[in-house]
């Protein structure tokens, strides 16, 4: 892998930081030594891409607006890699040795129900976000503090994701590598974390263990990867702890038992993620080799540029080419406006406008059906939520019931204490899980909503091109483009973990009463708080899921308006810019005609590029997910 940051390294003192882990954010010459597969290119196109809209703005005949979005559009496109696997199977080593650097804390015991995302940075930094909406920046010291169960047991700092920003080139192009806890250790909240953040998995690293056969435990989870990740790549870490012949005993058994779990033949790789890791530190090459992990990099950087790659590119590419044939025709209209009589140009003016009216009454039709379609699915999310919370509510109030016939014989304020916890987590974790999966959902059915919004706002703006076109007998056939549609944010509520304004045990008084009245009253308050805590986190995501779907229609619609208003504009400034200069004498008009010509042949030679990046076209409409 490529740690050609240079820069970074130029900048980098051994002094900087003192620790351990301090230093391993401190990318040492060494590392720069590149092993066979260090040499890492991700997405040429995108970088021809940029060149071309750089090229585009530059010539004054485009609009700059829509290729500026284009290019927000190219840097914002995110990619998460997910690294799954049962507990103590080398998840973090293996991040480690992709990165060439001991970014994050491993040990012996599992980590907590904390995700932490690797995106990539200028200078390495940390941000720890916490469930109530609060966030701090932490050191690489203080790591640890925040994802390891021994100093953070069972979340209790209440983290929600920890960003880790590195300058990898693994991370360019929006590429985000997930480090998820552990599935099947002692502690059953590590699993539910690791299952409920799969619907944001657009590929998966499965590790698996060499030295260990596949458990049960990986089989079962793996049938519920599968649903959400388009790829996932099997890797058979821990190698170098076994012979050649025991090597290729456990790879064949690992393959026949995924062959059959997937019912198709996985990719599966056996790898040394700690001899990769000493490798990279050390610029080791004989090391880097015994860890096996060259083959399967080269695998991985394929399958980004043409799997990730792709879509994004052939939508930018398309829509590019569709500007570029409206500046083209918005030239040649001011071209032959140059030599056109004024009177009739100002026919063709006034012939113009009309057409332009016509067009605002369709868009504005348009606008009055997505509104009414967007309200019919946010009523639909808003039923499905409600029909929710009843089931929820039932199957709380029978857990606490469960819980209290089980543990009734305890003290009062101990029973009131686990009767709470128990209520709060089933809730949370209920929430957590619905709201993920309710959110993809919102997100997919949002942008295919926007998507047919945006392809009839497309066919209005060909229709006015193809009209204004015909009144100067130009031939335009308009470029059909795939929807750049964004998602939206992602869709995060804050769950409410304190009592809604009423303590289980509201005096002393509980405590005094005998115990089987007092169990029975605590039970009573259990019972109605479950049912308010339900109300309460549902209200929120109704709020929150409302809120945001509302934002990012107002911002779709916002662009669609803007991109008729440009088209509209940009024929209406080509005619009367022809006008302008038709007055100014033949002299002028013929140095005019021949830049003119010169910015044609420019938009030809960059549409030709275009083509050469996206030979095929915008085949489908990319989904755009939230970062």
């Known amino acids: 892998m490529g740690f050609a940051v240079n820069r ?116 390495p930094s940390i941000t720890v976000f916490f469930q109530d909406g609060s966030s701090v920046e932490a050191s690489p010291e203080q790591l640890s503090g925040y994802v390891t169960e021994r100093e953070n047991p069972h979340n209790e700092k209440g983290v929600r994701e920890v960003s880790v920003y590195f300058p990898s080139p693994w991370l360019k192009d929006g590429v985000r590598i997930v480090d998820t806890p552990g599935i099947g250790s002692v502690f059953s909240h590590n ?52 012979k050649e012949d025991e ?111 016509e067009v605002e009454a369709a868009r504005e039709e348009y606008a009055v059906l997505l509104a009414a379609e967007a309200k019919k699915l946010l009523q639909r999310l808003e039923n499905e939520l409600e029909k929710f919370k009843e089931g929820l509510q039932g199957n709380v109030r029978v857990e606490a019931e469960e819980t209290f016939r089980a543990h009734e014989g305890l003290p009062a304020g101990r029973l009131n204490a686990l009767l709470e916890s128990s209520v709060v987590e089933a809730v949370r974790t209920a929430f957590d899980n619905w709201r993920a999966a309710a959110g993809e959902r919102l997100s997919e059915a949002f942008a295919s909503l926007c998507a047919r919004y945006a392809e009839r706002i497309d066919e209005t703006a060909d229709e006015l091109l193809r009209y204004s076109a015909g009144l100067f007998d130009i031939s335009f056939t308009p470029v059909k483009a795939g929807a750049l549609v964004s998602a939206g944010q992602v869709f995060y509520y804050k769950f409410w973990s304190e009592p809604p304004g009423l303590k289980l045990i509201t005096s002393s008084l509980i405590l005094a009463l005998p115990k089987f009245i007092g169990a029975r009253l605590i039970l009573r308050n259990t019972l109605r708080y479950a049912a308010e805590c339900v109300e309460m986190q549902s209200g929120r995501l109704r709020h929150d899921f ?38 100014r004498g033949d002299r002028e008009v013929e140095a005019l005609d021949r830049l003119i010509r010169e910015k044609l042949g420019t938009l030809v030679a960059l549409d030709g590029e275009l083509a050469g990046i996206s030979p095929e076209g915008p085949l489908r409409v990319p989904f755009m997910p939230a970062p």
Request: charge should be positive; proline fraction near 3%; glycine fraction near 4%.
């Open 8 to 123: 970074f390294v130029a900048e980098a003192d051994d002094s900087c930081f003192r620790t351990r882990r301090q230093e391993s954010f401190c990318i040492r010459k060494n590392i720069m030594m590149k092993p066979d597969f260090s040499r890492i290119s991700l997405y040429p196109q995108t970088a021809r891409l940029d060149a071309c809209i750089e090229r585009l703005l530059s010539l004054e005949c485009v609009d700059d607006d829509a290729c500026r979005r284009l290019r927000e559009k190219l840097v914002a496109n995110t990619f998460n890699i997910l690294v799954v696997g049962q507990f103590n199977r080398g998840k973090t080593t293996l991040i480690n040795a992709i990165m060439g650097a001991e970014l994050l804390p491993v040990g012996i015991l599992p980590l907590t129900s904390v995700v932490t995302v690797l995106s990539y940075g200028e200078r």
């Open 191 to 242: 699993t539910d974390v690791a299952y409920r953040y799969l619907p944001n998995a657009d590929a998966v690293l499965f590790l698996l263990s060499a030295d260990q056969p596949v458990s049960r435990a990986e089989c079962d989870f793996l049938r519920d990867v599968r649903e959400h990740a388009a790829k996932i790549f099997f890797l058979l870490n821990k190698s170098d702890y076994l």
């Open 247 to 357: 090597l290729r005993d456990a790879e064949t058994f690992a393959r026949a038992t995924l062959a059959e779990a997937l019912g198709s033949e996985p990719f599966i790789v056996a790898v040394s993620a700690r001899l990769a890791l000493e490798g990279k530190l050390a610029g080791s090459q004989e090391l880097l080799k015994k860890s096996r992990l060259s083959h399967f990099f080269a695998v991985l950087e394929k399958f980004l540029m043409e799997e990730k790659g792709q879509v994004l590119v052939d939508s930018v590419a398309g829509n590019l080419r569709r500007l570029i044939s409206r500046a083209k025709l918005e030239l040649e209209m001011e071209r032959k406006s140059l030599h056109a009589p004024l009177a009739e140009l100002e026919e063709k003016l006034r012939s113009f406008e009309l057409k332009k009216r």
């Open 546 to 583: 409302a809120v945001r779907f509302d934002s990012g229609l107002r911002e779709f619609s916002r662009e669609m308006t803007e991109k008729l208003e440009a088209t509209a504009a940009g024929i209406d400034a080509a005619i009367s810019k022809g006008m302008e200069r038709r007055r």
